[in-house]
T-cell receptor
Framework: GENVEQHPSTLSVQEGDSAVIKCTYS??????FPWYKQELGKGPQLIID?????GEKKDQRIAVTLNKTAKHFSLHITETQPEDSAVYFC????????????FGQGTILTVHP | EADIYQTPRYLVIGTGKKITLECSQT?????MYWYQQDPGMELHLIHY?????STEKGDLSSESTVSRIRTEHFPLTLESARPSHTSQYLC????WGRGSEPQHFGDGTRLSIL
């Protein structure tokens, strides 16, 4: 089955700096890669996703890049703000998985004012 | 606004009790999922459903059971709660067909068994 590794487990940045979280996956059949943000006391919320026919996608201050050859994808947050502090999860799914996603272990991002 | 609802949000209950965690979605999604989230943050899939009358066990073994009698409703039941069942339980749903789409999560039930 699919295995998703996520790094780092914790990330601390100053407000205004950039943050990068990286994930690797093992199953070459995976073709869908969402990123979720989980705030305290809430369920994970989708913030951006990318499919395997695209190498990069951007939405305001967040972007995701995908390298299919190396089987890794990354989340980039620019101009970080204290409200970006949360737990972030990457995930991978395939066209035959009936919607099942394999999640990474999570990254605790702390943005210091 | 939430399109997927979980109740209760918090539950503290004694050992041996029967518990049902409720999950409902208003999006008409065929696929629904239950995850267990431990204090280490990882999300572990314990049950999923492709549609009405379909249920499957997930990657993490669980003593809980689920049912899917209606599209919008996917309750999880523990027949006899134990302290080892203490955890956060998250419900999610996604669209239709074999492929992958975004999963929409509820805000979870935090369960504590005394």
């Amino acid at each position: 089955g699919e295995n998703v590794e996520q790094h780092p487990s914790t990330l601390s940045v100053q407000e205004g700096d950039s943050a990068v979280i990286k994930c690797t996956y093992s199953d070459s059949a995976s073709n869908y890669f969402p990123w979720y943000k989980q705030e305290l006391g809430k369920g994970p919320q989708l913030i951006i996703d990318i499919r395997s026919n695209v190498g990069e996608k951007k939405d305001q201050r967040i972007a995701v890049t995908l390298n299919k050859t190396a089987k890794h994808f990354s989340l980039h947050i620019t101009e970080t703000q204290p409200e970006d502090s949360a737990v972030y999860f990457c995930a991978a799914g395939s066209g035959t998985s009936y919607g099942k996603l394999t999640f990474g272990q999570g990254t605790i991002l702390t943005v210091h004012p | 606004e939430a399109d997927i609802y979980q109740t209760p949000r918090y539950l503290v209950i004694g050992t041996g009790k029967k518990i049902t965690l409720e999950c409902s979605q208003t999006m008409g999604h065929d696929k629904m999922y239950w995850y267990q989230q431990d204090p280490g943050m990882e999300l572990h899939l314990i049950h999923y459903s492709y549609g009405v009358n379909s249920t499957e066990k997930g990657d993490l073994s669980s003593e809980s059971t689920v049912s899917r009698i209606r599209t919008e409703h996917f309750p999880l039941t523990l027949e006899s709660a134990r302290p080892s069942h203490t955890s956060q339980y998250l419900c999610a749903s996604s669209g239709w067909g074999r492929g992958s789409e975004p999963q929409h999560f509820g805000d979870g039930t935090r369960l504590s068994i005394l």
